[in-house]
């Protein structure tokens, strides 16, 4: 199981790798299954609220409603997608951002792709 720290760490680092006009604001907190204003994604389940850095719009992650009018309310995530993404397994990590709506379906963001291809180890020989 991860700490709240350690989870708003990895969601961090995962923003700036495949959203990185979104931002984490404020404190991330375990949510519980017998709360029903938590929407959990099974135990050990996270909230936390993100910022688009330029539209200012929130998406509030593991609440079903709240104070934000303008915002969207989505599942919280999952320790287990971000454990998968501390160990470099980041299809569970982009299929989440994609649910709520950080990432087109299929779209792989520009910083993934230029990673991707320097981590490449083919060398074409003349």
Same mark, same amino acid.
């Given at each position: 199981? $991860?700490?709240?720290?350690? !989870?708003?760490?990895? !969601? %961090?680092?995962?923003? @700036?790798?495949?959203?990185?006009?979104?931002?984490? #604001?404020? &404190?991330? +907190?375990?949510? +519980?299954?017998?709360?029903?204003?938590?929407? !959990?994604?099974?135990?050990? #389940?996270?909230?936390?609220?993100?910022?688009?850095?330029? +539209?200012?719009?929130? =998406?509030?992650?593991?609440?079903?409603?709240?104070?934000?009018?303008? @915002? #969207?309310?989505? *599942?919280?995530?999952?320790?287990? !997608? &971000? %454990? @998968?993404?501390?160990? *470099?397994?980041?299809?569970?990590?982009?299929?989440?951002?994609?649910?709520?709506?950080? $990432?087109?379906?299929? =779209?792989?963001?520009? *910083?993934?792709?230029?990673? #991707?291809?320097?981590? +490449?180890?083919?060398?074409?020989?003349?």
């Amino acid at each position: 199981m $991860l700490l709240p720290e350690q !989870v708003q760490r990895l !969601v %961090e680092l995962a923003l @700036a790798e495949f959203a990185p006009e979104w931002q984490v #604001t404020g &404190l991330c +907190s375990e949510l +519980s299954l017998h709360n029903p204003d938590h929407w !959990v994604s099974g135990l050990g #389940t996270f909230g936390l609220v993100l910022r688009n850095r330029q +539209s200012r719009s929130a =998406k509030v992650l593991g609440w079903r409603n709240g104070d934000f009018r303008s @915002a #969207t309310y989505h *599942r919280g995530i999952s320790y287990r !997608v &971000l %454990e @998968a993404y501390a160990d *470099r397994i980041t299809d569970p990590i982009r299929r989440y951002f994609e649910e709520i709506g950080l $990432l087109l379906p299929g =779209k792989i963001a520009p *910083r993934v792709a230029q990673t #991707t291809a320097a981590r +490449s180890s083919i060398n074409y020989a003349g």
